[in-house]
C-alpha cells in the first residue's frame, strides 16, 4: 500500500547532486517544470486579477540551496522552518513522502496544488492579512499582488523505504503584510 503524507513548506530545486547523507539524493528541477511552475502560478493569478511572475534564478538557486538543506529534515521527520536569512522575500514550503510497494518521489509540482487549495479558506472569509501565520498564507503568496517573481527549488530522496520531497518557493516583492489584502 502507498502512503502519503503533506506537510506545507517551502519549495526549492537544484541540479542533480548527493548531498552527503545515505540514501539521500537532489535533483534540480528541469526547465519543463520551471515553465510549469510559472505556468500554474500565473493561472492562479489569473484567476484573481494580479499581474503575471516571471521566473528569476537567483531566488531558484537559493530555494534549492535551502530545499537541500531542509531534506534530511524532513526524511528525519522534523519541521520545515522558514529560513531565517533568507532577506526580503516571500518563502512557502512543502513536504511529502511516499512508501511501499512501487513508491517514488513525490511529483514537486504537486506542492502548487495543496498551497492552491488554500483558496477555499479565504473564500470563505476574504480579509486582509492578520498575522503571519494564516489559514490560507501560501495561497495568499503565491497570488499577492506586489509580487513579480519567482524561484523554486525541489530536493527528493529515498531514506529507510521512504521517498521524501521538500519543495521551495521564493517570492519578490514578499506578500502577505499585515494589514493588506492579497489582491
Given at each position: 500500500?502507498?502512503?502519503?503524507?503533506?506537510?506545507?513548506?517551502?519549495?526549492?530545486?537544484?541540479?542533480?547532486?548527493?548531498?552527503?547523507?545515505?540514501?539521500?539524493?537532489?535533483?534540480?528541477?528541469?526547465?519543463?517544470?520551471?515553465?510549469?511552475?510559472?505556468?500554474?502560478?500565473?493561472?492562479?493569478?489569473?484567476?484573481?486579477?494580479t499581474p503575471p511572475l516571471a521566473w528569476d534564478d537567483t531566488l531558484a538557486a537559493a530555494a534549492q540551496a535551502y530545499a537541500d538543506k531542509l531534506l534530511p529534515t524532513a526524511q528525519a521527520d522534523g519541521p520545515l522552518l522558514h529560513d531565517p536569512n533568507r532577506g526580503e522575500v516571500g518563502e512557502n514550503l512543502?513536504?511529502?513522502?511516499?512508501?511501499?510497494?512501487?513508491?517514488?518521489?513525490?511529483?514537486?509540482?504537486?506542492?502548487?496544488?495543496?498551497?492552491?487549495?488554500?483558496?477555499?479558506?479565504y473564500d470563505a472569509n476574504p480579509?486582509?492579512?492578520?498575522?503571519?501565520?494564516?489559514?490560507?498564507?501560501?495561497?495568499?503568496?503565491?497570488?499577492?499582488?506586489?509580487?513579480?517573481?519567482?524561484?523554486?527549488g525541489a530536493a527528493s530522496g529515498s531514506r529507510n523505504g521512504r521517498f521524501d520531497t521538500v519543495v521551495v518557493c521564493r517570492y519578490d516583492p514578499p506578500g502577505n503584510m499585515i494589514g493588506e489584502m492579497p489582491y
Open positions: 500500500m502507498n502512503r502519503i503524507a503533506k506537510t506545507m513548506g517551502a519549495a526549492g530545486v537544484s541540479a542533480a547532486v548527493l548531498i552527503g547523507l545515505p540514501g539521500t539524493a537532489s535533483a534540480a528541477l528541469d526547465n519543463s517544470q520551471k515553465d510549469r511552475i510559472v505556468a500554474q502560478h500565473n493561472l492562479y493569478r489569473d484567476e484573481v486579477g512543502y513536504n511529502a513522502w511516499s512508501s511501499g510497494f512501487g513508491a517514488t518521489a513525490p511529483d514537486p509540482l504537486d506542492a502548487l496544488a495543496w498551497w492552491y487549495s488554500e483558496k477555499a479558506m480579509q486582509p492579512v492578520g498575522n503571519s501565520i494564516q489559514s490560507w498564507g501560501h495561497y495568499s503568496q503565491m497570488v499577492w499582488k506586489d509580487t513579480q517573481r519567482v524561484g523554486c
